[in-house]
């Protein structure tokens, strides 16, 4: 019976040599490269050099090693088609059995503070992707191995059946194309950063999209139990994400706690003041700036004190002491800050089961951040540029008689930026940098108008409001001024949009155009 031969060229040496020795205890021969086959005969296991294999030296300091066909056909030939084994036996080509990659490690390249252009390209590897693919391709016959992990159970099932079944061969040919394809993905994409950083013009939304994730770890389960759900990250991942988040207490993150987080992060990373922000359900219910922590937390549980039980406070300051003590107050499921001072921190942690995110809120790279907001339908995906856009004050259009004055500006830009993260139809009430009342996801904008005013109740008066989209009649106009709002902000935009001046007008409510919607659904 022919002696099995095992091609074996890692990058990552990971318990290769107890591997290489079992291979060779069950009679395999070993052709190898470079420096594993150095390590490998350090540790006196016999080892054919790929160069003394195939007959053909290395090239280009390596760059070619492994691209022949004494390599490749002995990998890629059928062994139950004898037409297959009669070219291999022409040829002088012995069949390989088994390949074990794995790749240049061009993420870690990438990830390294100030790397050189031609070292990202020199970690792009193309003779290990082609084995591997060679291999996956042929798994019937050749068993592929581009995962360390994956040793230990190879040998036992040589060692227990001698051989692997056909089930166990599919799975590593999968993980193969799973691992060749998403590192293609990744050089892909550092390609189109790369263009777009230098201003080169190419197409937004390219022609086929290959989007790639890494999987940090299986959630508990989904939006619902009966759900399954894993929590995935992109290769290059900033500070100011869940995933560069310190967890400082409490129980592990669910699915609906990431996805509040991402919501509180989006709202405070708007302001430069101490700013507080509630969530529940990814909508704020309660939002406020201070001229301290404090302050700007004790508005925004004051804002709405019924909705925030159980919810995500995310802050933009230090908690100290005094914000510490209101918070352990309330039931939370999770706090996010930039810091935390140790007392503080304690008097938190009494609650073992509350989660304490330490997340650095980075305001000047807001604006900087990209990719697509993704949205699954059936059969496909909906993209989109992430919604940065604001208004420049300059462009503001003053559309009404009567103007907002300096302080009712302010609570109209304050309340712009928060609705802007609420669930459409959306309206934002708010006085003194805070919000009083908030309506969200109904079907008309009536109907919002009316939730938020009925929450504001006599705060309403002299406070302003904020809409996501224009108003089609001046039914929002009406009801605010019965409520006693005094200004308004809206993009604007509807034939109808005189209707709702000339209301305005008549009830004495300035109103601000800014040209820009901001529908969330």
Not at 134 to 144: R, S
Not at 345 to 373: A, S, W
């Amino acid at each position: 019976m022919e002696k099995k031969r095992a091609i074996i060229s890692v990058y990552d040496k990971k318990n290769v040599v107890e591997f290489t020795k079992s291979l060779v205890d069950l009679g395999f021969e070993i052709i190898s490269t470079g420096k594993t086959a150095d390590i490998l005969r350090k540790e006196g296991i016999v080892t054919i050099n790929i160069s003394d294999y195939t007959g053909f030296p290395e090239m280009l300091e390596g760059r070619v090693k492994t691209l022949h066909p004494k390599v490749h056909g002995g990998i890629l030939a059928k062994r139950k088609d004898e037409k297959h084994m009669k070219e291999l036996k022409e040829q002088g080509i012995s069949p390989i059995d088994m390949v074990v990659v794995n790749l240049y490690p061009f993420k870690n390249t990438i990830l390294k503070e100030n790397v050189e252009f031609e070292e990202v390209l020199e970690n792009i590897d193309i003779g290990g992707p082609t084995l591997l693919r060679a291999a996956a391709k042929n798994f019937e016959d050749v068993i592929v191995i581009c995962d360390p992990e994956d040793y230990s159970d190879v040998i036992e099932e040589l060692k227990t059946k001698g051989d692997v079944g056909f089930e166990k061969r599919f799975e590593l040919a999968l993980k193969v194309f799973e691992h060749t394809s998403h590192y293609d993905a990744v050089i892909a994409d550092y390609f189109r950063k790369t263009l777009m950083q230098k201003g080169v013009n190419i197409e937004k939304f390219p022609k086929t999209l290959t989007l790639t994730f890494e999987k940090v770890e299986k959630l508990r389960y989904g939006e619902n139990p009966h759900q399954e759900a894993a929590l995935y990250k992109e290769v290059q991942v900033g500070e100011g994400t869940v995933f560069s988040a310190e967890i400082l207490n409490g129980k592990e993150l669910s699915f609906n706690n990431i996805n509040d987080i991402e919501a509180a992060i989006a709202i405070v990373r708007e302001f430069e003041k101490p700013c507080a922000v509630a969530i529940k359900h990814t909508n704020p219910c309660g939002v406020a700036l201070g001229e301290n922590i404090f302050e700007a937390f004790t508005k925004a549980y004051e804002a709405d004190p019924v909705s925030i039980f159980g919810g995500i406070v995310a802050l933009n300051r230090k908690v100290d002491v005094e914000t510490a003590k209101v918070l352990n107050s309330i039931f939370l499921e999770i706090i996010i800050a930039p810091d935390f001072d140790e007392e503080a921190l304690n008097i938190l942690r009494q609650k073992k089961n509350l989660r304490i995110l330490k997340m650095k809120i980075d305001l000047d790279k807001r604006e900087q951040e990209e990719g697509f907001d993704i949205k699954r339908i059936r059969g496909g995906v909906l993209l989109q540029d992430l919604d940065f856009k604001d208004f420049d004050i300059n462009e503001l259009k003053f559309v009404t008689k009567v103007k907002p004055t300096e302080k009712e500006l302010e609570d109209l830009i304050f309340a712009w930026k928060v609705v802007k993260y609420v669930k459409s139809n959306a309206i934002v009430i708010a006085k003194d940098f805070c919000t009083v009342g908030i309506g969200m996801g109904q079907v008309n904008r009536l109907w919002p108008t009316q939730q938020a005013i009925a929450w504001a109740k006599d705060r309403a008066k002299n406070a302003v409001l904020a809409s996501d989209a224009f108003f089609p009649f001046p039914d929002v106009v009406e009801e605010a001024a019965r409520a006693g709002i005094k200004a308004i902000i809206q993009p604007g935009g509807s034939i109808r949009d005189e209707e709702s001046i000339r209301a305005c007008d008549e009830k004495g409510l300035a109103m601000v155009f800014t040209g820009i919607r901001h529908f969330k659904h």
